[in-house]
């Protein structure tokens, strides 16, 4: 077999155990077997639509089997995975789609309005619906059930990419993180190790498999393994508590928001967690009365630091330091290499703060189409600059304490100000602003607008939220907005977000 690359990983499993259990969803069940050959047939037909090796086959739709399988069909003839975030709204991914380049699309019913819209804006000659057919595009069953299964031999290499990956960029616009089936392959084998998976693994995927904590920390490790994933459309948290028993769910991913839910449930003290046996936390620092919850039903957190540039992940904390070391990332994962340095590139020393730097056969190959921007997070020497800020204790446990960039971190989403502050100066009546996180009880952090208004304007909070509604997703858009007089700036002109939190960032 001439492919080295996650495609080949249902051809296999099927082959080491056809008859177990891939994939839930709903009342379906798919065995390996099963995958194996929806895959080689979902290949065949992709190839027949004219997608070639190369090419990018863009994802839109709520966590479904059809996304894992379009991921390593994608795989199989060496084409390239985009998904796209299905809380961006139809001009945010016009851009997306069009700097991938993307020839395909393939989404899911609910999302049949938002490809429409995309279909005379962008370079997509291909659309493929997963619930039935619509005008103009194929039906994904159906050609599925009328294509063939024999083995594909293309040839696809480690350092192949296997998918792009966009992240919000400081400037407005997104990037397009490119990974490689080895960036993937890797980042799974430290999870393998870091969390000790068994092929008895029954993996609960309810965070969005459009992140790629969700697909690649959780899902695909899983089915590399040769376990179980149950995948459900979103995180609901009764239905939740309902699957742990029905399932008998061993380990789920969420973000702080996600536990903090399933912890409110009027439910929570008699649910079934017995079978409960990984709780994995990430997307935004786990609170302490959130581990303490859980702690006292007998569960304990697996925490991390990553990033989508990462693959995603980057520092582990295992669950025997995780209560002594509280409050911490962990260190390195085990085939990744993490640094915290000054800005001369020297190592910080204990408890002197600095910037997290990253090497590893996980770390991306650079943002497709931005070779400035690529060779601007790298060193020479090949470590990837992650922007944010940490502390190392004198046991060598990293502690991230800020970010560089300023970005807000929204119920696990990465929410970057320039993009939000973009969309308000498109409003007439805005003549500078800023947006800075403030602290959410129920996402750990929201936006919150600080608007100088243009002379002579009369615009409401109320103007600005409905503004910002029209441009981007529900999640970016600030919950509050506050009017001054003036931004804080020093000699230079730089805003000086660091009095702005000071000043407005009480919620």
Same mark, same amino acid.
């Given at each position: ?52 090796? $190369? ?45 991938? $380049? ?79 089936? /080895? ?26 498999? #459009? ?9 695909? =490790? ?36 996600? *536990? ?16 409960l046996r990984v709780l994995e936390a990430g997307g935004a620092p786990v609170p302490e009365t959130t581990i303490a919850t859980y702690q006292e039903r007998g569960l304990t957190f697996l925490q991390g630091y990553g990033m ?7 520092? #582990? ?12 990332? $962990?260190?390195?994962? *085990? ?14 020393? =204990? ?9 590893? =056969? ?19 020497? $090949? ?7 940490? !502390? ?12 560089? !960039? ?5 119920? /696990? ?30 996402? /750990? ?37 506050? *009017? ?24």
């Amino acid at each position: 077999m001439r492919n080295e690359g996650i495609g080949s990983w249902p051809v296999r499993r099927a082959r080491m155990a056809p008859d177990r259990v891939a994939v839930v969803h709903d009342d379906r069940a798919f065995s390996y077997a099963q995958l194996r050959q929806r895959v080689l047939r979902l290949a065949h037909a992709l190839r027949d639509l004219g997608v070639r090796a $190369g090419d990018r086959i863009a994802y839109l739709g709520t966590n479904h089997p059809s996304l894992v399988e379009t991921l390593f069909a994608a795989g199989t003839i060496g084409a390239v995975f985009v998904p796209l975030n299905t809380r961006l709204t139809a001009p945010e991914l016009d851009y997306i789609v069009d700097d991938c $380049g993307a020839s395909a699309l393939v989404y899911g019913a609910e999302h049949a309005e938002t490809a429409e819209a995309l279909r005379p804006r962008t370079v997509l000659r291909k659309f493929i619906a997963v619930a039935g057919s619509a005008d103009g595009a194929s039906g994904y069953e159906e050609l599925i059930a009328g294509a063939g299964e024999d083995p594909i031999d293309e040839s696809v290499r480690l350092d192949d990419t296997c998918m792009i990956m966009y992240t919000s960029g400081t400037t407005g616009r997104p990037k397009g993180a490119v990974l490689t089936h /080895g960036n993937i392959t890797w980042n799974c084998v430290n999870v393998l190790v870091e969390v000790d998976l068994t092929a008895d693994e029954v993996t609960l995927v309810s965070a969005p498999l #459009f992140h790629a904590a969700a697909l690649n920390m959780t899902c695909l =490790p899983t089915l590399l393994k040769g376990g179980r994933v149950v995948i459900t459309r979103g995180f609901d948290a009764e239905a939740t508590i309902d699957l742990f028993s029905t399932h008998r769910i061993t380990w789920m991913f969420g973000v702080p928001a996600m *536990f903090n839910a399933l912890a409110a449930s009027p439910r929570w003290d008699q649910a079934d967690l017995s079978s409960l046996r990984v709780l994995e936390a990430g997307g935004a620092p786990v609170p302490e009365t959130t581990i303490a919850t859980y702690q006292e039903r007998g569960l304990t957190f697996l925490q991390g630091y990553g990033m989508t540039e990462t693959a995603p992940g980057a520092l #582990f904390l295992g669950a025997a330091d995780s209560v002594r070391k509280a409050g911490s990332a $962990g260190k390195s994962s *085990f085939f990744t290499d993490v640094r915290v340095v000054r800005p001369d590139l020297s190592d910080t020393d =204990p408890g002197e703060p600095g910037e997290i730097a990253v090497a590893g =056969p996980n770390v991306m190959s650079g943002y497709w189409g931005r070779p400035g921007d690529t060779a601007a997070a790298f060193t020479n020497d $090949g470590w990837f600059r992650t922007g944010d800020v940490a !502390k190392v204790d004198d046991e060598g446990y990293v502690y991230v304490v800020d970010r560089v !960039k300023d970005m807000i971190i929204s119920g /696990g989403e990465n929410v970057y100000p320039a993009e939000v502050e973009n969309a308000l100066y498109d409003h007439p009546g805005v003549a500078e602003c800023a947006v800075i996180g403030v602290a959410d009880a129920k996402w /750990g952090e929201t936006g919150r607008a600080i608007v100088v208004a243009r002379p002579g304007a009369r615009v409401t909070p109320e103007e600005l939220i409905a503004h910002c509604r029209e441009r981007l997703a529900r999640y970016k858009i600030p919950t509050s907005v506050l *009017f001054t007089d003036a931004l804080p700036r020093n000699a230079s002109g730089k805003l000086l977000k660091t009095r702005l939190r000071q000043t407005y960032g009480t919620p």
